[in-house]
């Protein structure tokens, strides 16, 4: 079986490059988010379709809030959030955004109690496609490093995604999703979250810079997809460009 790992920023097509490998090879589409936003869907009973709309992922939700969450100890690591962000809202009223909280459950809550609580999952999935031969299984999000290591037993060919020809440089990372930031607009490290500069600690099989149109990325997908299948051990260019 193999594996492509897909990483990289918010908004440079990881999801898009797992579909269309889907659609195109027959891949099978995993995230060590899944559990996540099963999870957090249940705690907050706000549909799993309202957490993923990214045009609205930025934005308060007032299904997200402090008293309306039904996990207490989650409810504590909000409590001390909204100590440390300084927030003017009481605790109880104040609407977090579905990034905040995600972010927060996932690692502030879940990979702080075991920091293998959502790559178990994964792996037995893994585990479970090889036993049934599935030909291959694309993982959309990888972030941090131990999920990487966790992933070796199975070769997989990790693809860094880029937007916009901006060069990977550990220390600064570029919000390009931000309002008013254009593509040479630079945000210090330190204000992201680890889950989304991590990623770039690791030199990718693949920098893929996804500049082109959909087709042009179907294209790269479509020679990907069949080199890996097509070879024991396929030979790809260091970076390539859509």
Known sequence: ?????????????????AQLA????????????????REVSEAFEIPIANLQDRATKESPHPALRWSTCRDPEFR??????????????SEEERQFSPR???????TEYRRREDPAYWITPVLGK?????????????ISDLRFLDELRALTIFDPLV??????????????????????????K???????HASEWLWMQRAGDI????????????SVVRQITQQQLAAEKPSFPAQWCC
């Open 207 to 218: 920098d893929l810079y996804n500049n082109g149109t959909v087709e042009s990325l179907k």
């Open 100 to 106: 905040e909280i995600l972010k927060l459950w996932g």
């Open 186 to 192: 630079i945000i210090p490290l330190r204000s992201y």
């Open 76 to 89: 504590a690591v909000l409590a001390q959030y909204a100590r440390t962000t300084n927030a003017t809202p």
């Open 126 to 138: 893994l585990h479970y496609y090889r036993l049934h031969r599935v030909v291959g299984c694309t």
């Open 159 to 184: 693809i860094r995604l880029f937007r916009f020809n901006q060069p990977p440089r550990l220390g600064w990372l570029y919000k390009l999703r931000k309002i008013g930031a254009g593509p040479n």
């Open 22 to 37: 889907a659609e195109q090879a027959g891949y099978e589409k995993l995230s060590f988010a899944e559990q996540l936003y």
């Open 1 to 17: 079986m193999k594996i492509i790992a897909l990483t990289g920023a918010p908004g440079v097509g990881k999801d898009l490059f």
